[in-house]
């Protein structure tokens, strides 16, 4: 117990000494927040538009403000040929144009069946999906409103609703899975480099001849890092509630509770890198190639559902999949240990045999 | 035998076919400095790994303070000190901070570990250092910081890998003299030194090449022993002089020292003659050739060019 105390205190002051650690542990949580909360918007709104308006009556007119008072549209030109139109789709000006041809009221008035044409630039799909949707909307409820066709007693009312996010802000969706990402990316690196500089420095070799064992040297060093991780997970959370206004619908200490359980993995994994890399190089390159797979098939930015099966299995092997569950069902549903057990125990299990696995390796490398 | 600090007993090491450490035997008393010389690679390294626990031998015995190196290496590990080669304490870390670390790590504390601190602050001169970062020591500090940390715990055995290797000579003097301050107090040193004048300063030496002690003994009985003589020869052009007289009959080697030859023979009489024959010969003027007496480093070399054979009788 005073051997780990020892290790753990040194271990403290080392890190507080070490400029360039601290400035990275203060500054990636927050410069993602910042990337996340601000700058990556996946709500799409305002879309640049180029309206044709060939037709110029009052419906048409009508039709041109429908479109500019939905949000996700914004007319920036009103365009006097389709060449005019094409170019600025080429050119990124517009994401999409309205056109609408010089019979657009005179058709409809002989019930004839008028056209409208959209053109949406469809390079990024998300954007795109968006556009075509609500665009479809935007018209259904054109018509209506216009009397065009009749306001029908349909025999199914359907009244779908959002749960969880109503308003579907992206920054509820992606700042609690920050802490994932954000703990899944330091924590092991710091810990991997930390044990890998001993044996860069030849530390080691002091240690060998002591009478200290190895898992007290794993203990006292993994102790400092399991502090620092949670400080990580509070900083997020606070800034994510209290800056970004995500509510914690959920319980603060099973939040925690969830948030140890996947540190330990991350130390774990942390540990196991420490083992294979000779120094401190090798350990963060390992720790980012892990790091990969897990941001981009745990779902924290690309929903799992819509991967292929294989991907999808793969991706159950990754601890960050069920972390982001825990925490999304925690902060945005609400949801307690129970009702998350799904997820709860894979995760403890993956705690455990990483951690367990880790000693055992880092022992037989020490002897 | 309570007076035996450290044993080795037909100690071997084997890896795979390779044998780095040969059926060694040895003994060494507490309050002795025993040296231990040989090339890189010659398996000083090993030895030293497998006395302090942290190797075990394929076979042979050892002991070290009483303890079994084979069955009680952890036993082994809080009797000893050990001052590697590298500077390997924390340079990160203060000096008081190093030994605060290691002291707890050696089981001291509370005021038993902060005067045991001040102790050693004072002895080896590092109290005006105390709160400086190690890393910021000049080298020589370093070595003393090391030394520091290894007798925290008063071990009575320590062993030190090269603990003055590339150190200015007065940092390496007074090193020394910290090594025999511990050594007067009954403290048992294993060092392994490069440096010949070093070697000098032990009680006992050993010479080990391919994992074989070649010679064991005190270093001024080892140089009366050395079966040839060494003769200096003063002469001019001194390079040319030297490729003529290295390959006469009866010369084992010839060094260069200053202005002078030293040639290591084995008949000093007919060697002188044949110097003088082949001098005149080829135009090189020899001004004197004397006997002079015999270095630890004629030892070594004569060892190591291939004198085993004479060596083993």
């Known amino acids: ?50 309206v044709y308006d060939q037709d110029r009556t009052y419906l ?67 954007p795109a999906t968006v556009a075509l949707n609500s665009s479809q909307a935007i018209i259904n409820a054109f018509m209506q409103n216009e009397g065009l066709i009749p306001v029908q007693v349909l025999p199914i009312d359907f009244r779908p609703r959002l749960w969880y996010n109503p308003d579907l802000k992206s920054t509820y969706f992606m700042l609690p899975g920050l802490i994932a990402l954000v703990l899944q990316f330091l924590v092991p690196m710091i810990t991997a480099t930390a044990i890998v500089r001993e044996k860069e420095r030849g530390n080691i070799e002091q240690l060998l001849v002591t009478p200290i064992k190895p898992y007290q040297l794993i203990l006292g060093k993994i102790i400092p890092y399991i502090f620092i991780g949670i400080f990580i997970a509070t900083s997020i959370i606070t800034t994510m509630h209290y800056l970004f206004v995500v509510p914690i619908h959920g319980s603060i200490v099973t939040l925690f509770f969830m948030t140890l359980v996947y540190l330990v993995v991350c130390l774990g994994i942390g540990l196991w890198a420490s083992t294979v890399a000779d120094n401190q190089q090798q350990a963060s390159q390992l720790v980012m190639f892990l790091a990969m797979p897990s941001i981009l098939l745990s779902g924290f930015i690309f929903p799992r559902e819509s991967m292929p099966l294989w991907v999808k299995d793969i991706s159950y092997l ?45 022992s037989k490398r020490m002897a | 035998m309570p007076g035996i600090a450290i044993s080795a007993d037909k100690l071997t090491r084997r890896f795979g076919k390779f044998t780095a450490v040969d059926e060694i035997s040895f003994e060494i008393p507490y309050g002795a400095i025993f040296g231990f010389l040989g090339a890189n690679g010659a398996g000083k390294s090993t030895t030293i ?63 038993a570990l902060s005067g045991r601190i001040e102790e050693i602050l004072k002895m080896t001169g590092l109290g005006t250092f105390r709160d400086r970062l190690s890393g910021e020591l000049s080298g020589g500090w ?17 062993f030190l890998d090269e603990p003055t290797a590339g150190l200015d000579p007065l940092s390496r003097r ?109 135009g090189v003027t020899v001004t004197s050739i004397k006997p002079i007496p015999a270095s630890l480093e004629d030892v070594f070399s004569d060892l190591d060019s291939g004198g085993q054979a004479d060596a083993k009788h």
């Open chain 1, 1 to 50: 117990m005073r051997n780990i105390r020892a290790i753990a205190f040194k271990e403290f002051i080392q890190v507080s000494r070490d400029r360039r650690t601290l400035m990275l542990l203060i500054l990636m949580p927050m410069m993602q927040l910042m990337i996340y909360g601000y700058g990556i918007n996946t709500d799409v709104k305002h879309l640049p538009t180029y």
């Open chain 1, 60 to 126: 048409s007119r009508r039709l041109v403000d429908s479109f500019t008072q939905s949000d996700y549209f914004t007319v920036k030109v009103q365009a006097t040929s389709m060449a005019q139109v094409y170019s600025a789709l080429d050119k990124g000006l517009a994401q999409s144009a309205l056109i609408i041809p010089p019979d657009f009221t005179g058709d409809l008035l002989k019930k004839k069946g008028a056209q409208v044409q959209m053109i949406i630039d469809g390079t990024d799909s998300t």
């Open chain 1, 318 to 362: 990754i601890p960050m999949t069920y972390f982001l569950q825990i925490v999304r069902g925690i902060i945005l549903k609400g949801l307690g240990f129970f009702d998350l057990i799904g997820q709860v125990w894979p995760l403890l299990l993956m705690a455990v045999v990483v951690i367990v696995f880790s000693i055992r390796r880092f």
């Open chain 2, 49 to 111: 790994r497998m006395l302090c626990g942290i190797l075990a031998p394929t076979s042979g015995t050892g002991k070290v303070g009483g303890f079994d190196v084979q069955t009680q290496p952890e036993e082994i590990k809080t009797v000893i000190g050990y001052v590697s080669q590298r500077f390997s304490l924390y340079s990160d870390l203060t000096v008081t901070e190093n030994l605060l670390f290691y002291g707890q790590i050696y089981g001291l504390e509370g005021t």
């Open chain 2, 142 to 158: 370093k070595q003393k910081l090391a030394i520091a940390n290894a007798i925290l715990h008063k071990p009575k055995i320590i």
């Open chain 2, 174 to 282: 007074s090193i020394w003299e910290l090594l025999y301050q511990l050594a007067e107090g009954g403290t048992s040193l294993f060092v392994t030194t490069h440096y010949m004048e070093e070697a000098e300063r032990c009680n006992t030496i050993a010479f080990i090449s391919d994992g074989k002690i070649l010679k064991i003994g005190q270093p001024a009985q080892l140089k009366q022993d050395l079966s040839r003589q060494i003769l200096e020869v003063t002469c001019h052009p001194l390079m040319k002089a030297s490729r003529l007289f290295s390959s006469l009959e009866g010369v084992r080697g010839v060094t260069v020292y200053g202005t002078t030859l030293n040639l290591n023979v084995n008949d000093q009489k007919a060697v002188e003659e044949r110097v003088r024959a082949v001098a005149g010969r080829e």
